[in-house]
């Protein structure tokens, strides 16, 4: 790491300070010594690394090893998916499970390396406003990190989100509100409280992190890249991270220039990046009353639209929604053909995919990744909507098997 550079005025922060924006509101980005690290690094070298997202640790920002707080994130499987494919028309279909990693999303991947940069950088308490995910994420790794955690999220996430919080030992607060919200919260509080503030962009080591999927993807695939991405942003900040992965892999010599077509999925309740892509805006704008069972794609605004629209542009791709009542449907059908019971994030994508066949945007010959970001058991409460129980008893029952009442 040499510094972080501004990415919307590019102003220069030194590397080994705190920092969270910079003065003009624009997030920072982690800046490497790419060409020293083409000179003493090799792709070849990556697989002597550990069996987790730190074997890229020369393109993370943590210097010394020590700080690293790991509990095994990334290294996640690339699954085809035949049945799943032919079903759509896709003969070329791949899914990156992050479901597999810790607290069972691809958020631990952000927050390891977060964590670990507090670790290096001395911060002994951090504040986050969360869709869920991230809480969970976040709740984890202060507790390996044994740093203090404040979490603000929505009175109504999933409940796997909440309970993960609490068991961590985090200062859980639920709000009335949205992931916006809880952010106005953290920031007028965070002064007093002496919290750093983890939000999404908001500090620079969470994208660092996320960016390791896009490393990982063309490891998996022979140091190439797909034709097709599928991402379901919220933040966004995955599709950005990996963007920066793949300028980063070529600056290097390890990845030619060929880039997929970044597809940004997003759904009917709360699509602020589709409206801003479909009506050629730079910067997205608030959507009010946001609502959908996928929690983490609830973002009414996201801080980082204009790198997220710019990356969808650039690459050829496109920004689609979907409805709840279809992503749910492509989960059901996904884990009845393929065994894999995802995050209706990740089942967004599947029924986005089969929306951009059909119009003919893409083709079934074309190789295509979807990136399942959760586990489908982070989120039964969606899910059950589909299958009640009969009576009510039937859960009392259950719990009788352990605890006889
Ligand atoms: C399961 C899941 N998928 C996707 C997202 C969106 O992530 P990003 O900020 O990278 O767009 C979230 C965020 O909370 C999430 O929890
Ligand atoms: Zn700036």
């Known amino acids: 790491m040499t510094n972080l550079e501004c990415s919307l005025c590019k102003k220069d922060y030194p590397a080994g300070t705190i920092q969270n924006l910079c003065s003009c509101g624009g997030p920072l980005l982690v800046r490497y010594d790419l060409d020293r690290a083409k000179a003493t690094w090799s792709r070849d070298a990556v697989q002597q690394g550990p069996n987790t997202m730190w074997r890229y640790a020369p393109m993370l920002p943590v210097q010394a090893h020590e700080h690293i707080v790991s509990?095994?994130?990334g290294m996640t499987p690339l699954l085809r998916a035949p049945r799943a494919g032919k079903r759509i028309g896709a003969n070329n279909l791949w899914i990156k499970d992050e479901g597999l990693n810790p607290t069972a999303s691809f958020k631990a991947r952000g927050l390891s390396c977060a964590l670990s940069m507090c670790v290096e950088l001395g911060i002994r308490k951090i504040a986050i406003p969360s869709a869920g995910n991230a809480a969970s994420a976040s709740a984890a790794y202060a507790a390996a990190a044994g740093v203090e955690c404040h979490i603000f999220m929505p009175r109504d996430v999933p409940q796997a989100n909440f309970i993960e919080c609490k068991a961590y030992g985090a200062h859980v607060t639920l709000i009335d509100g949205l992931i916006s919200d809880c952010g106005k919260i953290v920031a007028s509080r965070k002064d007093a409280e002496g919290w750093f503030e983890v939000s999404t962009l908001k500090e620079p080591y969470r994208i660092e992190g996320k960016k390791t999927m896009g490393y990982e993807l063309a490891e998996q695939l022979g140091w190439r890249l797909p034709d097709v991405i599928f991402y379901p942003t919220g933040g966004g900040v995955g599709l950005i991270g990996m963007w920066k992965a793949f300028a980063e892999m070529?600056?290097?010599g390890w990845i030619g220039s060929k880039r997929p077509k970044m597809i940004s999925v997003q759904v009917e309740g709360c699509q602020?990046?589709?409206r801003a892509f479909q009506q050629g805006d730079t910067r997205s704008q608030f959507w009010d009353n946001a609502t959908t069972v996928a929690s983490g794609l609830r973002v009414p605004k996201p801080l980082g639209d204009f790198l997220v629209l710019d990356a969808v542009r650039q690459s050829g791709g496109t920004a689609i929604a979907v409805s709840d009542e279809e992503l749910i449907d492509a989960g059901i059908q996904l884990?009845?053909?393929?065994?894999?019971?995802?995050?209706?994030?990740?089942?967004?994508?599947?029924?986005?995919?089969a929306k951009l066949l059909q119009s003919g945007f893409l083709k079934p010959d074309e190789e295509i990744v979807i990136y399942n970001t959760g586990a489908g058991l982070k989120y039964l409460e969606a899910y059950s909507t589909r299958y009640p129980r009969t009576g009510s008893s039937e859960q009392d029952k259950l719990g009788g098997l352990i605890t006889p009442r």
Do not use: R
């Open 71 to 73: 509990l095994g994130e």
């Open 250 to 252: 070529e600056a290097m």
């Open 272 to 274: 602020p990046v589709v």
């Open 335 to 353: 884990a009845a053909d393929e065994g894999m019971f995802v995050a209706p994030e990740g089942s967004a994508c599947i029924s986005a995919l």
